[in-house]
């Protein structure tokens, strides 16, 4: 079956980067769209970011020209370059093809 696993996720201040990192297996990787979600404390999940099997991307306009989404399809692998992050980028981040997420990684940024 498909499983998906986060790892990168931490705390950091206001201004700051991190690199998510998301590991694939059960599927075909290189021919599906992934995606970014988030789910801030006491809020609905968010979709962030996406990108498609040939490459395109595409973001949510709250974190457009801050996040960067990449993938490696030779390693089933899929990324999410984070800057100058603020208070209000502080969730759960997941990692998901189509309604199948993984656990998530937990991204606190403190102000």
């Known amino acids: 079956q498909v499983q998906l696993v986060e790892s990168g996720g931490g705390s950091v201040q206001a201004g700051g980067s991190l690199n998510l990192s998301c590991a694939a297996s059960?599927?075909?990787?290189?021919?599906?769209?992934m995606s970014w979600v988030r789910q801030a404390p006491g809020k609905s999940l968010e979709w962030v970011s996406g990108?498609?099997?040939?490459?395109?991307?595409r973001y949510a306009a709250s974190v457009r020209g801050r996040f960067t989404v990449s993938r490696d399809n030779a390693k089933n692998m899929m990324y999410l370059q984070m800057n100058n992050l603020k208070s209000e980028d502080t969730a759960i981040y997941y990692c998901a093809k189509d309604i199948i997420r993984g656990q998530g990684t937990q991204v606190t940024v403190s102000s």
């Open positions: 990108i498609y099997s040939d490459g395109n991307t």
């Open positions: 059960g599927l075909d990787f290189s021919n599906y769209y």
